[in-house]
């Protein structure tokens, strides 16, 4: 009965009403309105006990539910019976599925790095490429003594892109054809006098900087500079001149064809130290952005709003002399052991992300993912033998925090340029007042 008269109310363009409380279509619902409530409930029938909807009347009296037509208001059977209006249905459930999740028309789900939608039944993905690739993290464990390293699902990088992780987890643009060209500089040494391992933190305790996390900005270029400067500072000082300079400085400062988050050159990083110099961290605090440049460009570290140190009576800013290139292997080894660690620039494959441990070398698994340049510090060396025989690697610094690889480093593959490590190592030497170089009985190499 109430099908037929609904399908009578479209033909003759009459409204479609809520017909009985027996009717439970959810299309109804843009018809709720305060219609009895505010003219009452009336107990005989009257045209004037009625109020219009939709280019008719609808009535709140008691025979509007007549059995030859219902044409009671919509909230009369809430407000003058007391029934209430039954919400609507819930969408039915669709086909589409997530893991063990049933999803309704247009739910959205996150699948790590990518958003999806539920579509007609079907469960439709974005197809970007996640840092956190788990056939890349269950290969590598499947066979950690064939790769020479272990994988893992970090946190902090689940949830993001590649091409996110590439921009603002690196930050270090390719070196300038002309810089490339640079000869690296000559040591006369014995290769062989060279010890097998070699570890800067133990060599130089308490003087070395610590690990830090670049969070998601492209600044690798201006924590390596900073920290292999501070290192420096504090080793040929023998620790008179123990600082850890701000990178922060340079990203904000440095502004002369760098790129701040998104990336800097490291030789310009070095010529900006050596003409202008930085101030200390606690002057001018790592916040992980482009912040702006507070202090002036010139000047002693009061001139920037900087104190000075207390165990020393430096008053100007920290500079560095002109950065200079390292060779080979062997260079790169005997240069640490005389002055502390050194900046290299290393090509980032997909698979470093996920690295927790072991001595790295880059996969075959993702080598059509994107790629880019990655600022670290060497800080030692050492060997390991395996089944396959004795393998040199690189202690290296990263700047993605101490919860990332082995606290914070990364052992890589030494002696093969393995991620073009050797390519372009470079350091610097600072500028140490000659008192305190001479009351050291410090040695320039």
Request: glycine share 8%.
């Given at each position: ?10 033909l003759?363009?009459m409204?479609i ?6 009717l439970?279509?959810?299309d109804f ?6 219609y009895?409530?505010?003219?009452g409930?009336?107990?005989s ?9 939709i280019?008719?009347l ?6 509007c ?21 039954p ?8 086909s589409c599925?997530?893991?063990?999740r049933?999803?309704r ?5 996150q ?18 490429v996640?840092i956190?690739?788990s056939?890349?993290?269950?290969t ?7 790769f ?32 490339m060209?640079?000869n690296p500089?000559?040591?006369?040494y014995d290769?062989?006098?060279l010890?097998?391992e ?17 969070g ?6 201006a ?11 504090g080793?040929?000082?023998k620790?008179?001149e123990?600082?850890q300079l701000?990178?922060?400085?340079l ?10 988050c ?9 010529s ?16 992980a952005?482009?912040?702006r ?9 009061e001139?920037?709003?900087?104190r000075p140190?207390v ?8 500079t ?9 292997e ?16 290393i090509k980032v ?5 996920v ?8 996969t ?7 790629q880019g340049?990655?600022?670290v ?6 060997e ?10 690189w202690?290296v ?14 052992r890589?593959?030494?002696g ?5 490590i050797?390519s372009?190592v ?9 008192r305190?170089?001479?009351?050291n ?5």
């Open positions: 009965m109430i099908s037929k008269l609904l399908l009578g109310c479209v003759t363009s409204p009403l809520i017909l009985g409380n027996s439970r279509d959810d619902a843009d018809l709720r309105g305060p009895c409530e505010n003219i409930c009336c107990s029938r009257r045209d004037s006990c009625s109020v219009p909807i280019g008719t609808c009535y709140c009296d008691e025979f539910n007549s059995t030859r037509v219902n044409d009671c208001c919509p909230d009369y059977w809430s407000h003058c019976r007391g029934i209430p209006f919400e609507p249905a819930p969408p039915p459930l669709t599925k997530y893991k063990d049933a999803l028309q247009n739910d959205t789900v699948d790590n790095c990518n958003k999806c939608v539920c579509e007609r039944g079907d469960l439709m993905c974005e197809q970007n996640c956190i690739d056939n890349i993290i269950e590598i464990n499947r066979d950690p003594e064939n020479g390293w272990t994988a893992t699902n970090y946190s902090q990088f689940w949830g993001h892109t590649l091409d996110e992780g590439v921009q603002y987890r690196l930050g270090t643009l390719p070196p300038q054809r002309f810089v060209t640079m500089v000559q040591r006369i290769p062989n006098s010890p097998r070699f570890d800067s933190n133990l060599v130089w305790p308490g003087l070395i900087t610590g690990i830090q996390d670049q998601w900005c492209g600044s690798s270029w924590i390596s500079t900073a920290a292999v400067a501070s290192d420096r500072y080793i040929v000082s620790g008179k123990a600082v701000s990178a922060q400085n990203i904000s400062c440095d502004t002369q064809g760098q790129q701040s998104s990336g800097g050159h490291l030789d310009r990083a070095w900006f130290t050596k003409a202008y110099g930085l101030v200390d961290e606690d002057c001018f605090p790592y916040v952005r482009n912040e440049c507070t202090i002036k460009r010139r000047g002693t570290l001139a920037a709003g900087c140190p165990y020393s009576d430096r008053r100007g800013r920290y560095v002399g002109p950065a200079y290139r390292l060779g080979n062997t260079d790169i080894m005997y240069e640490i052991t005389k002055s502390g660690p050194v900046q290299a620039t494959y997909h698979d470093l992300f690295y927790t441990g072991g001595i790295y070398k880059h075959d698994l993702a080598l059509n993912h994107k340049y990655h600022s510090r060497i800080v030692g060396w050492g390991e033998n395996t089944y396959r025989g004795t393998i040199k690697y202690k610094a990263n700047s993605w925090g101490t919860n990332w690889g082995e606290n914070g480093y990364f890589i593959l030494r093969e340029n393995e991620c073009e050797e372009f470079i350091a610097s030497w600072p500028h140490i007042s000659r305190i170089l001479l009351s009985e410090v040695n320039i190499i």
